[in-house]
């Protein structure tokens, strides 16, 4: 128990730096930061707790817990960025601490240690628990979700075996035993026997369905499900040798769909307590639901499960498109650096997984089927964002500890990690990385070009892991790793990011407004951005891009009228504008090309001339 303490609070002073430093050092970025943010602040000033609003519309995206956690934070900090985002980046602390959690009753502290490491230091899973989005909340309830699994159903190691620093060689007897059970094919096998721990489980999912809706439950139960129909089949005989062609090739296929045959799949489902999971989402999200249906005549259901769930999954919405290599390429990405082992590791997990003689070949099953069954799921999805993906970087930071451990401990491994290679890969993607960041520095703001001292970092991280590596130090180039990854990290989000933030200049246009008049009234003309709305804090009326005369009797509707556009529309509109009406400041549009201009009425008692800001 000391032992799981210090583990503990020394990965939650880990994830607190790599999430917390510099939280609100740059405003909330577009679009989605001030959109969630925006709706708790009106949400709280209503004192309205169950109908999301947005620029005084009804806001249908996502349901209410995030809110729920930014009303929560705003009443304690009061508001601004760090509040906005402190409930994900608490969540995120506590889904590395349950990473842990799991990783250590599957594979021992060691593995749990080196996994919870690398989930806190990959680059995506530092982006999704720094911003204001409900991501970090349902990847924070999933996860515990599948730990209240995983300690109902796999045995506890040994006391004492789980030592950080032990020399064993030999699994832990639990993890041991878990896998003799592998072969069992009974009902109950990898499942909680006791009704508490499975309604505990399905309920953490219910309230996982507050944050984003059915696949905070749906998704988390394909795993478990797929886990279950794989691990209880009893092993095949082997290929008869005869076979030969494309009777083997049929064979094999046929083999690969034995865990859906019929009466084994439903027996697998039943056996997983069905009417228990709808007891648990009636009990804990159904009210709510029914309440906001019923509060808002059924718009928000229709919004909600009619075009944000059954539409994004029918076809691409808002441009977010992409073919079947959009995961594998955005997975790549987002668990940067620790991507360089990945090869190694899914060489081995595959062949762990096909030797039943493996002790922790449940828990690498386990864990391959809850990275796949995300993959594959959001794979179909015609939507495709790199965050959809983000509930299974635990499943991979498991995987990738698991081997990690016993590469340092010198156990052996079905796919050696070859450190020359793995590491000089890293210094070599550092060095574009670098490269890359100053081209776009130069392109894209015009200056900051010294960001790019940043890529640097993985170069001289991997250079310094291959030495360690080459000396037999297995432990220090892991530790090198971890190190090199959070400063990858800090330098992204808590240096770049608000260097990055300095050259959005949109706050210029509203402190215009601001500045002649008290109580502004404000459209926009063919752009509305979310963070106009947040940092304004009153609602922006839209006018489409194509309908000239609206913005023209917008404009003239009232000396505290006002009207941002872009500046080829305002070229459009000005020979219809009143001779009063003039351009009050003009900036250029952050990573857009054009320049942003806002059109009003000068106070009478002076203004002084139009705020420029020369892109």
């Known amino acids: 128990m000391h032992q799981t303490l210090r583990h503990l609070l020394l990965l939650a002073v880990v994830a607190g730096v790599a999430f917390f430093t510099n939280l609100g050092g740059a405003r909330l ?3 989605d930061e001030p959109r969630n943010a925006g709706c708790a602040a009106e949400m709280l000033e209503r004192g309205d707790w169950v109908v999301p609003v947005f620029n005084a519309e009804l806001r249908t995206h996502k349901p209410v817990l995030l809110y729920w956690f930014m009303m929560a934070s705003y009443a304690t900090f009061g508001q601004s960025e760090f509040a906005a985002r402190f409930p994900s980046a608490m969540l995120g602390v506590g889904s590395v601490l349950v990473t842990y959690l799991i990783g250590r009753r599957l594979f021992g502290a060691r593995a749990g240690m080196w996994s919870a490491l690398m989930l806190a230091t990959c680059v995506m899973f530092a982006l999704v628990h720094r911003a204001a989005t409900p991501d970090g909340s349902l990847i924070f309830f999933a996860t515990l979700s599948m730990l209240v699994y995983v300690l109902g159903a796999f045995p506890k190691p040994s006391e004492g075996e789980n030592e950080v620093g032990s020399d064993e060689l030999t699994p832990p007897p639990g993890v041991a035993a ?4 592998a072969v069992d094919a009974s009902s109950d096998s990898f499942f909680p026997r006791r009704w508490w721990i499975v309604a505990l489980m399905y309920a953490v999912m219910a309230v996982a369905t507050l944050a984003k809706g059915p696949v905070g439950m749906a998704l988390p139960t394909f795993v478990i499900g797929m886990f279950l129909l794989i691990v209880r089949l009893p092993a095949p005989p082997p290929l008869p040798d005869h076979l030969r062609g494309g009777r083997r090739w049929l064979e094999i296929a046929r083999r690969a769909l034995r865990p859906f045959a019929p009466l084994h799949f439903a027996r697998t489902a039943w056996s997983m307590r069905p009417l228990t999971a709808l007891l648990m989402l009636a009990l804990i999200a159904v009210p709510w639901y029914v309440w906001v249906g019923v509060r808002t005549d059924g718009a928000w259901l229709r919004g ?21 290599w959009f995961y594998p390429v955005a997975v790549a990405i987002g668990f940067f650096p620790w991507t360089i082992l990945l090869g190694a590791v899914a060489v081995s997990v595959v062949r762990w997984s096909r030797r039943r003689d493996e002790p922790a070949r449940p828990g690498f099953l386990f864990l391959a089927c809850w990275a796949c069954v995300y993959v594959g799921i959001f794979t ?7 965050s959809y993906v983000t509930p299974m970087y635990p499943a991979l930071a498991l995987l990738a500890g698991g081997y990690v451990d016993r590469w340092t401990r010198r156990l052996p491994l079905p796919d050696e990690l070859r450190p020359r290679l793995t590491f000089w890969t890293l210094s070599a993607i550092g060095a574009c990385l670098a490269l890359g960041i100053a081209v776009a520095a130069h392109l894209m703001l015009g200056g900051a070009r010294w960001l790019a001292v940043g890529g640097l970092i993985p170069v001289v991280g991997g250079i310094a892991c291959a030495a360690l590596a080459e000396r037999q130090r297995r432990t220090h180039a892991a530790f090198c790793m971890v190190a090199t990854a959070g400063l990858l990290v800090l330098a992204m989000y808590a240096i770049g990011a608000p260097t990055i933030d300095r050259y959005q200049k949109s706050d210029v246009l509203l402190q215009a407004i601001r500045s002649n008049s008290p109580a502004p009234r404000v459209g926009s003309f063919g752009r509305l951005e979310p963070s106009w709305v947040y940092y304004l804090d009153r609602p922006i009326y839209e006018i489409p891009k194509r309908e000239l005369d609206e913005a023209e009797r917008f404009v003239e509707s009232g000396r505290d009228t006002f009207l941002i556009t ?4 305002y070229e459009e509109l000005r020979p219809k504008l009143p001779a009063d009406v003039e351009r009050l400041a003009s900036v250029p549009y952050f990573a857009r090309e054009g320049t942003l201009v806002v059109l009003g009425r000068r106070r009478a008692n002076g203004g002084g001339a139009a705020a420029m800001v020369n892109p």
């Open 29 to 31: 970025w577009d679009r």
């Open 178 to 181: 878990a896998a003799t059970t």
């Open 304 to 324: 909600f499960f009619l075009e944000h769930n059954l539409g994004r999954a029918s076809q691409p919405m808002e441009g977010h498109g992409g073919g079947f």
């Open 380 to 386: 179909l999805a015609r939507t495709k964002l790199p």
């Open 566 to 569: 872009t500046a080829d529309r």
